[in-house]
């Protein structure tokens, strides 16, 4: 998947040992880090291989490691798929993990790490537009006002003449934006599933059909791979993005999210545009632009307002439910 939180999971247990906040905040950091600097290892991957090809490699990579942790937990697999049941997971492998990473693997092909983080974090505000379209939720002018902001800021960083190279190109962040935009879709969607299965079980499932998924629009890239000329940084970049990028943070995630509120996790997503754009400059010498501080100012703005309303509307819920 991308580098975006994915959506809450609850769970089942009756009882469970309670951790400190502080622990779980130094989880959710250390999640939101390998999400920022899983960018970097992108970037060095695809010095190696071809964005279709990384997608593919990275996911099926990702797949074959949740599988080894679910066959090796010794449990039986405990429940069994209905046709229904099936037809949401092969959309949520769709949205969440095979389109997702080939928008996102595409896009960064196509941009700056300081541009892919940014466009990255506008999540949250492309739930609450596909949110507000399915009318799931209402949408207020505080809300309208954090989403103009937002994409006034991802128009700010995509206007203008592109840099040198790839970097800054207006096409790959529009193919990231539409990342974002079908991970949004996935996270709806998560939310019909996320109480029925724990996390390492749902990824599992998710990762696995999303590589059965991938193979007709990858495998003739992998194929076409020149492996003997793949540098070792590309090498490193991929194992990376496979244990770093998707199984361990997803893992701490989940962690996280047995203590933390949806409203304190989501506020890591401020963070994670910082790590990548420091990591960019530091290891890949990328220039900071008053453009991209202009476009992150207005892109988080607009991610707070939206977030602050939806908040304020979960309290009031909450005051209402204990009436």
Partial sequence: MSNAAPAPMQTTEAHRPRHSHRVMH????????????????????????????????????????????????????????????????ILLALCGVTFNQIFFIGGLARTSVAHAGLIVAIGPVMVLVLSCLMRLEALTVLKFVGMLVSFGGVAVLTTGK??????????????????SAVFAYY???????????????????????????MIPFGT??????????????????LAFMIVFG????????????????????AAFSY???????????????????????????LILAGVYLTERERGEENKEQEVGNRK
């Avoid at 939310?191 to 998924?213: C, I, M, P, R, S």
């Avoid at 003739?220 to 970049?237: D, E, F």
Wanted: hydrophobic content about 60%.
């Fill in 26 to 89: 130094l989880i959710m950091l250390l999640a939101t880090f390998c999400w920022a600097a899983n960018i970097i290892a992108a970037k060095e991957a695809l010095t190696g291989f071809g964005s279709m090809a990384l997608a593919a490699l990275r996911i099926l990579g990702a797949a074959l490691v949740f599988a080894l942790l679910f066959l090796g937990r010794g449990k039986p697999l405990g429940f069994r798929l209905t046709r229904q049941h099936w037809r949401v997971m």
């Fill in 162 to 179: 592109a840099g040198q190279g790839n970097a800054g190109h207006w096409v790959g962040d529009l193919i990231l934006l539409a990342g």
């Fill in 187 to 213: 996270t709806i969607l998560m939310k019909e599933v996320a109480d029925q299965y724990d996390a390492l079980t749902l990824n599992t499932l998710a990762f696995g059909v999303g590589a059965v998924l």
């Fill in 220 to 237: 003739w890239w992998v194929l076409g791979v020149r492996w003997v000329a793949v540098p070792g940084q590309a090498w490193w970049g």
């Fill in 246 to 265: 998707s199984v361990v943070p997803y893992l701490l995630f989940a962690i996280a999210m047995t203590e933390l509120t949806a409203a304190r996790v």
């Fill in 271 to 297: 963070v994670q545009p910082v790590i990548a754009t420091g990591l960019g400059i530091w290891l890949l010498a990328e220039r900071l632009t008053v453009k991209i501080v202009l476009g992150g100012i």
